[in-house]
C-alpha cells in the first residue's frame, strides 16, 4: 500500500516538474531580453511579458496577435520588443551578406606572389576585377536588405530615449504608476507599480474617456483569459496551455491577495480610485488628509470649468487655493502624501486639463520628494506633451 502511494504520488508530480523545466526554458530563453529591456525603460518586468511575446512571435503581426479575439493590440514595451526583433534579424542578414561576399573573394597563393608568370599584368587586372564586383555586390546587398523590415518604427522611436519609451501609447489621465501594455478603442491596459523599483504587482484597465483606474488581472497572462471570459471568447490551445503552465493559483485568488496587502499602504483613494501609496512612519510623519473633502473638491472643480464670471469663479476657488497653501506647509513637514493626493486628484478628475498648471507644479514636486525621480521626469514629459 506504501508503495502504491508513493508511485501515485511520482506520477502526480511529474507534469509539475515539467512545468518548472518549461519554465526554466523560457526564462534563460529571454533572460537577455529582459535585461535589455529593463534598461531601456529603467524599470523591472516580470517574465509573463516575455511569455505574450513567445505567443505574438508566432504570428505575421506580433502586435495584433489578439485583435482578432479580444479586439486588443499590443503596445508599449511590446512595441520596442518588435524593433528589437527586426533590428536582430536585419543584423543577421547583414552577418550573411559579408559571410558570403568573403567566400566569394578570390584567394591569392603565396607562390604566386613569388613567381613571375607570364601575363601577370593581365592576371593582376582579373583580380581587381573580381575584388571590385565583388565589393559591388556586397554593397547592393547592404543597400537591399533593409527591405525586408520595416523601419518606419525604427525611426519613429528612439529606443535610447527612456522618457520617450515610457510615453508610447500613454494617454492623459495615465499616471506614471501605469505603464501601457495593451490597448482597445474603449480601453488602456497596463502594469501597475506604485515605486518605480518595485515590480509590477498586477495589470489595470483605465477606460480612454475616464481616469478611474481599476486592477483587472494578477500578470498579463491572467489579463488575456479574464479578457477572453469578459467577451466570452474559446481562447487556442495552445495558449491555454501557455497560460496554465505559468498560473499556479486562480486570477481571482491571486489578485483578490495582492490588492489585500496593498490597500494597507493606501492613504487615500483619490478620483482615480486605485488610490496612492506612501510611506508613513510610526509618528505618522509623511501623509496628512486635504482640507477638503473629496465631494466638495469634486463640485468645486466641476462648477468653475462652467462658471463664466470670473469673480465668481474666484469665490469657488477660494478653497482651492486655500488647500495648495497648506500643501506648501505640509512639504515642510514632511507630510509630501498630502500634495501627492491633492496632484492626484486634480489628474485624475474628468476637468483636468483646466487644471494642468497646478497639477504640473503639485505632482513632479511630489514624485521627487517621495524620491520617485522617474515618476516625477514622466509627469514633466506628460505635462510638457499637453502644453
Known sequence: ??????????????????????????SS?????????????????????????????????????????????LCGPFRVLLIEQKNRKKQKELDKTEEDS???????????????????????????????NTGDEHKESQHQSPKNTNEADSADIDCDDMLSLHMLDREWQCPPEMQPCLTSQTHVYGLWRDDPSDIPCFVVSKPRDSGVITPLAKDLLNLI???????????????????????????????????SKRRKKVVAKTFNKIGIVVPVSKNDVGYRPLSV?????DSMLTQSCVETDEAEKDKILAPF??????????????????????GMCLFSHSTSKNFTGTICRLLPLAYDLLKRPLFSRIMKRMCEALN
Open 321 to 342: 487655493d486655500e488647500c495648495v497653501n497648506y500643501i506648501q506647509f505640509a512639504n515642510d513637514e514632511s507630510d509630501y502624501g498630502m500634495g501627492f493626493e491633492f
Open 102 to 132: 568573403d567566400n566569394n573573394d578570390v584567394p591569392i597563393e603565396e607562390s604566386d606572389k613569388d613567381t613571375p608568370i607570364e601575363g601577370s599584368d593581365n592576371d593582376s587586372v582579373h583580380k581587381e576585377a573580381v575584388n571590385t
Open 225 to 259: 483569459r479574464v479578457l477572453a471570459k469578459n467577451k466570452k471568447v474559446k481562447l487556442p490551445e495552445a495558449l491555454l496551455t501557455l497560460i496554465d503552465t505559468y498560473s499556479t493559483v486562480s486570477t481571482s485568488e491571486s489578485l483578490k491577495q495582492v490588492e
Open 293 to 297: 473633502s473629496y465631494a466638495e473638491l
Open 29 to 73: 530563453e529571454f533572460q537577455t531580453e529582459k535585461e535589455d529591456l529593463e534598461c531601456k525603460f529603467g524599470v523591472k518586468f516580470n517574465m509573463d511579458i516575455f511569455r505574450i511575446w513567445q505567443w505574438a512571435l508566432k504570428n505575421e503581426n506580433p502586435l495584433a496577435c489578439f485583435s482578432k479575439d479580444l479586439n486588443v493590440q
Open 1 to 26: 500500500h506504501y508503495l502504491l502511494q508513493s508511485n501515485l504520488r511520482s506520477r502526480k508530480e511529474m507534469p509539475e516538474n515539467g512545468n518548472k523545466s518549461k519554465r526554466r526554458k523560457i
